[in-house]
């Protein structure tokens, strides 16, 4: 069978599951689904596996909610900027750019439906309020999922800038920002009371400043000393300096990646250019002139 214009069937199938548009609202959810378990249990295994008192007990119940509850937004971030480098390969640079940030809009709300309905059913009666009456917890959530349509920005840039590669080395240097960035994330979701790094890492890594931000929603409060001292500012300046941080990125990397993608398209109109030269003037051995 042969669809419109002579394709296969199965290979315009093929082309459209493969479009990022597609595949990465399925992959958004099952991150979700994925991270949940992660977030379950965060504070016992990385902060206190056993909280004793009113006050510890608050945090980890706190600290809970809030990471349940922005389950896979972190994951979704990376989604976004791999997601928009992927349509770089397939599309214009600012055809990628108007495909790219609507498809960011959508996987922040799929991140957000999939994850409150799971996050409700766990969270029990502890809490009076409702989670969207909490204002901590509405605006680290927030600020996590506008963070999708900068990364997604960035990807498309980073696309462009790292067209001129060749497939083998495009991929090792995804597979190295990956876990990079992997780290960098664990890094800011181990902060706790206050961010204890150089505070510049906030504006120039937006995966610390993106863990960073949820961590501290929930550990601003030291619960070691008595009385509990506010030790943070419940990640206000790390959900900060991930919007800024993000969009300077997503401003820089498409920038470059235009200047690159405008040096790279000149280079080919002058191999171009002195290929139809040397033809013009290479004598032909059929003229009179070659006799």
Not at 15 to 24: I, K, T
Request: with cysteine; glycine share 10%.
């Amino acid at each position: 069978m042969r669809a419109e214009g002579g394709q296969p069937r199965s290979s315009v199938l093929q082309r459209v599951v493969a479009h990022p548009a597609v595949w990465s609202v399925p992959v958004m959810v099952l991150l979700v689904f994925a991270a949940m378990p992660f977030n379950d249990g965060f504070y016992e295994f990385w902060v206190n596996y056993d909280p004793q008192g009113d006050a510890q007990q608050h945090e980890w119940i706190s600290t809970k909610r809030i990471f349940r509850y922005t389950s896979g937004v972190l994951c979704g971030q990376l989604l976004a900027l791999l997601t928009g480098a992927a349509l770089a390969r397939r599309h214009a640079h600012v055809t990628a750019l108007m495909v790219a940030v609507p498809l960011a809009v959508v996987l922040a709300g799929v991140t957000f439906v999939v994850a409150y309905p799971l996050a409700q059913s766990g969270e029990g009666s502890y809490f009076t309020t409702a989670p969207l009456d909490d204002p901590v917890l509405v605006r680290v959530l927030v600020r996590e999922l506008a963070a999708y349509p900068l990364y997604v920005a960035a990807g498309v840039g980073l696309g462009v800038l790292l067209g001129g590669l060749a497939r083998r080395g495009r991929w090792l240097l995804l597979a190295l920002l990956v876990a990079v960035w992997c780290a960098a994330t664990l890094n800011g979701l181990l902060q706790d009371d206050e961010f204890n790094a150089p505070y510049w890492l906030l504006w120039t890594a937006p995966p610390i400043a993106a863990g960073a931000a949820i961590a501290l929603a929930a550990l601003s409060i030291d619960v070691w000393t008595q009385p509990p001292v506010l030790m943070g500012d419940w990640g206000r300046s790390a959900s900060a300096a991930l919007l800024i941080s993000a969009a300077a990125y997503a401003l820089g990397l498409n920038l470059l990646g235009g200047m690159a993608e405008r040096r790279r398209r000149q280079r080919r109109t002058a191999g171009t250019g002195t290929s139809s030269s040397e033809s013009a003037h290479r004598p032909n051995p059929g003229s009179l002139g070659g006799a």
